[in-house]
Nanobody
Framework: QVQLVESGGGLVQTGGSLRLSCVVP????????LAWFRQAPGKEREFVAAISWNSGTHYTDSVKGRFTISRDNAQKTQYLQMNSLKPEDTAVYYC???????????????????????WGQGTQVTVSS
């Protein structure tokens, strides 16, 4: 596994926007499935969004239409653009990479944390009401 490097968290008011970034060093970035998870205080880590190697995207229902996951293969970076933020989006956000199921286009277990072998350190997102 490798350590992913996240940036972009912070404090924002309800309705505001933030963009998270995550650099995935080494390996064949273009072949990986990438994802974002989040963990609020006292709750389990939950799936937010994933993007396959060929840019197919998947979102949890609560963020559909508000969040956008994307990737830049040349920069080995994935992004999470978060718009119309709500207080319930407050959490530590983690980026993740599945470096084992390369060139995977399916949806099986994309929302399960155990499918991802590399993680970022986490970045705090706080949305004030």
């Amino acid at each position: 596994q490798v350590q992913l490097v996240e940036s972009g968290g912070g404090l924002v008011q309800t309705g505001g926007s933030l963009r998270l970034s995550c650099v995935v060093p080494g390996g064949t970035f273009s072949s990986y499935t990438l994802a974002w998870f989040r963990q609020a205080p006292g709750k389990e880590r939950e799936f937010v969004a994933a993007i396959s190697w060929n840019s197919g995207t998947h979102y949890t229902d609560s963020v559909k239409g508000r969040f956008t996951i994307s990737r830049d293969n040349a920069q080995k970076t994935q992004y999470l653009q978060m718009n119309s933020l709500k207080p319930e989006d407050t959490a530590v956000y983690y980026c993740a990479a599945d470096r084992t199921r390369t060139y995977y286009s399916g949806t099986y277990d994309l929302d399960k944390s155990y499918e991802y072998d590399s993680w970022g350190q986490g970045t705090q997102v706080t949305v004030s009401s």
